[in-house]
């Protein structure tokens, strides 16, 4: 899905896989877990429970209610490479990208594909694990990057990623909508979005 770029230069090349790479699509393969690879560390995470996979669906509805620019769709379970490293990806909760990534035979996505990056924090989650990924997609230059915590009932809005961080952050909570600006320019809605019981994510924090 790569996209041309100017003059006579043709597609942007796919990273090719490394030996962690190929650790972690072993391990997914036997254990049915999500694997990640973030700062050169393997990130294994458990399939999601009902709340947090409710949280994907509702958002990615709204996304899509939301009028999302021609030649865009949100995608759950799509990779995302980090250009120039051979092992490190991560898998966003929701990812917007080019509707041809559905005729892409790749597993994993160009990030300067993506327009968007949805996160939704797991009960499990630490804090330095939220930063980390924040970072990730910043060096990766995905332009917006929406973390969701139904442990708060908030979300935060990162964007103009530059030297490995975000610039900009929004702040909200559930019921506010979210407003995204270019590339994408809409507003996402969050008054329906469920939070944790408490007692579920304080004993894991």
Do not use: C
């Not at 990130?43 to 958002?59: C, D, E, N, Q, W």
Request: proline share 8%; no cysteine; net charge negative.
């Amino acid at each position: 899905m790569a996209k041309e770029s100017g003059g006579d230069a043709g597609p942007r090349a796919r990273p090719g896989g490394g030996k962690l790479r190929e650790f972690a699509e072993r391990v997914e393969e036997l254990t049915g877990l999500r694997a990640q690879i973030v700062g050169g560390k393997l990130v294994m995470s458990p399939t999601p429970r009902g709340k947090h996979a409710g949280v994907i669906r509702r958002l990615r509805r709204h996304l899509e209610a939301a009028g999302l620019p021609d030649g865009l769709d949100a995608y759950e379970v799509s990779s995302i490479a980090l250009p120039g490293d051979p092992d490190e990806y991560v898998t966003p909760d929701l990812v917007v990208l080019p509707t041809e990534w559905e005729e892409d035979d790749s597993w994993l996505a160009d990030p300067q594909d993506a327009a968007l990056a949805v996160e939704v924090i797991s009960a499990s989650e630490r804090a330095r694990e939220i930063r980390d990924k924040a970072d990730w997609y910043a060096v990766a230059l995905v332009p917006l990057l929406l973390v969701i915590d139904p442990r708060k009932g908030t979300w935060a809005l990162h964007s103009q990623p530059d030297n490995g961080a975000y610039q900009e952050m929004a702040l909200g909570k559930f019921g506010e909508a979210v407003r995204a600006p270019e590339p994408l320019d809409i507003e996402i809605a969050t008054g329906d979005l469920p939070m944790y019981g408490e007692g579920d994510w304080q004993r894991r924090a």
